[in-house]
Structures are given as structure tokens and as C-alpha cells.
């Protein structure tokens, strides 16, 4: 059984900063989405097995940064410059594959989430 367990979110000032984890047991790529209240959950960005292979939902690049330690069982998303629009509850989730996909159906393991807010 696959899991993942998410950590690191919390309160944060507009202009700020965050850097979730994501604790994963296996050899998976993963992948991080977001549920705004009221909205559907949409892909943020994504991070094969290796860690050689990123990808980024559009509006999201240059702001966020996925990295990965499979020494530790461990990815990172590191948010910048966050924004009131990117309060949310983040998960990460893994496909079974090692390499990235950007779909949400393609994903099959999911985190419990963690809530990110941002304030004005």
C-alpha cells in the first residue's frame, strides 16, 4: 500500500513563503494539486522517480519549485511570492509510474492534504 502524508502548510502573508512536504513510500513519480473552496481540484506540478523530469501548471512557473530526496522518502514543493488566490488545501498524490503525468485521473494514491492560507 502506497502512502503519502503531507506536511508544512499553515498561515502565511501574502509575498511569502512555504515549502510543503510530501513523505512517499515507493518508487513513484508525484504529483501536487490544490482544492480552492467552492472550486474543482487542479494540477499544480509534478516530479518523476528520479527527480530528473519536472512539470509545472503554466501560471505557477517561476513562483513554485519541486524537488525531491529519495534518500528520505521525500518531496518538496517550494512556494514564493504566494497569493491570496493560492490559499487552498494541497495534496500530493502518486501515479503508478516513474514518470510524470499531469492528469488527475491518473493518479491513484492521495494524501490526506494540508490546508495553505494566505493572507492580504
Known amino acids: 500500500q502506497v502512502q503519502l502524508v503531507e506536511s508544512g502548510g499553515g498561515l502565511v502573508q501574502a509575498g511569502g513563503s512555504l515549502r510543503l512536504s510530501c513523505a512517499v513510500s515507493?518508487?513513484?513519480?508525484v504529483g501536487w494539486f490544490r482544492q480552492a473552496p467552492g472550486k474543482e481540484r487542479e494540477f499544480i506540478a509534478a516530479i518523476s522517480w528520479s527527480g530528473g523530469d519536472t512539470y509545472y501548471e503554466d501560471s505557477l512557473k517561476g513562483r513554485f519549485t519541486l524537488s525531491r530526496d529519495n534518500a528520505k522518502n521525500t518531496v518538496y514543493l517550494q512556494m514564493n511570492s504566494l497569493k491570496v488566490e493560492d490559499t487552498a488545501v494541497y495534496y500530493c498524490?502518486?501515479?503508478?509510474?516513474?514518470?510524470?503525468?499531469?492528469?488527475?485521473?491518473?493518479?491513484?494514491?492521495w494524501g490526506q492534504g494540508t490546508q495553505v492560507t494566505v493572507s492580504s
Open positions: 498524490a502518486a501515479p503508478r509510474r516513474t514518470d510524470w503525468v499531469n492528469l488527475l485521473g491518473e493518479y491513484d494514491y
Open positions: 515507493g518508487r513513484y513519480a
